[in-house]
């Protein structure tokens, strides 16, 4: 491992520590022990950094795979160049929800909330896919958590429901109600995001915050001065969702010009 690959934790954040050094973990096994090495799902941010740091030497490559084009949650393999990756290598596998749909309407949060309350881990499970009508739904999981999930989960909420394995090219495409919009931003600050993507005042945003209705890749935002990055997804309660594509330089009056995907709600 070259110390180019690992002095470069110090250009992520402090609570991303942790998964830098599982990814250097990672990729030394691949490294040491000449093979292939499978990740959990994996959110955006986590593929971002994963793939920075892999481009970063030239011994390894890395495969990101979420059952379904398009896919926002992803598990990585990374080998050595020559290592010729098949998809079964993903050990992916897709689960459709058998349920009364005359009788009774599913939701995400409250699949991925059973799945949760039962004590599967976030880790093990990928995208949840839905129609445009969202009255059939998949979800991609682990492979060999499977039998395990078929066998605990007996109902969705309170609604009786069979999880039965599907082949993936029966996936249902991804659905996503993103718009891209060209954002102006005078720094990366997640208050100065937020105010910036969803035009509210940086009063009303650090209240947001400090209330815990903001969350950054899943988790709690603690600080409004925090920096986001590109790749990071930012939830904001009965606001929307917002991940930065790209930045594209500064513009004439020194403001960051950014390319934001977009969720009003």
Not at 128 to 146: R, Y
Not at 184 to 205: E, G, H, N, P, W
Not at 230 to 238: C, F, M, Q, Y
Request: avoid cysteine; charge should be neutral; glycine fraction near 4%.
């Amino acid at each position: 491992m070259t110390d180019n690959v690992s002095s470069i934790s110090q250009h992520f954040r402090e609570y991303e520590q942790p998964f830098i050094q599982q990814v250097l973990d990672w990729m030394k096994q691949a490294d040491d022990d000449y093979r292939l090495v499978l990740t959990r799902f994996l959110n955006p941010r986590e593929q971002y950094i994963l793939q920075t740091l892999i481009n970063r030497q030239s011994e390894l490559q890395s495969y990101l795979y979420g059952g379904v084009a398009g896919a926002e949650s992803q598990r990585a393999i990374i080998a050595p160049e020559v290592f010729d990756i098949k998809l079964e290598d993903f050990g992916i596998a897709l689960l459709t929800v058998q349920y009364p749909q005359k009788f009774a309407t599913l939701h995400h949060a409250t699949i991925l909330g059973t799945l949760m309350h039962l004590g599967i881990s976030r880790d093990v499970v990928g995208d949840i896919l839905f129609d445009a009508e969202e009255t059939s739904w998949q979800i991609i999981v682990d492979k060999k958590m499977v039998a395990y999930i078929q066998q605990t989960v007996t109902k969705i909420g309170r609604v009786a429901a069979n999880l039965k394995e599907l082949p993936l090219n029966e996936a249902l495409p991804v659905l996503t109600n993103w718009q891209e919009q060209f954002t102006l931003m005078s720094s990366l600050r997640l208050d100065v995001v937020i105010s910036s993507i969803f035009q509210l005042s940086r009063s009303d945003t650090k209240t947001l915050i400090e209330s815990d209705q903001v969350h950054v890749n899943w988790m709690i935002a603690q600080k409004t001065n925090m920096d986001v990055a590109v790749g990071d997804l930012i939830s904001v309660r009965k606001h929307g969702r917002a991940q930065i594509k790209s930045l594209d330089g500064r513009s004439k009056k020194d403001k960051l010009k950014a390319i934001v995907n977009v969720v009003q709600r």
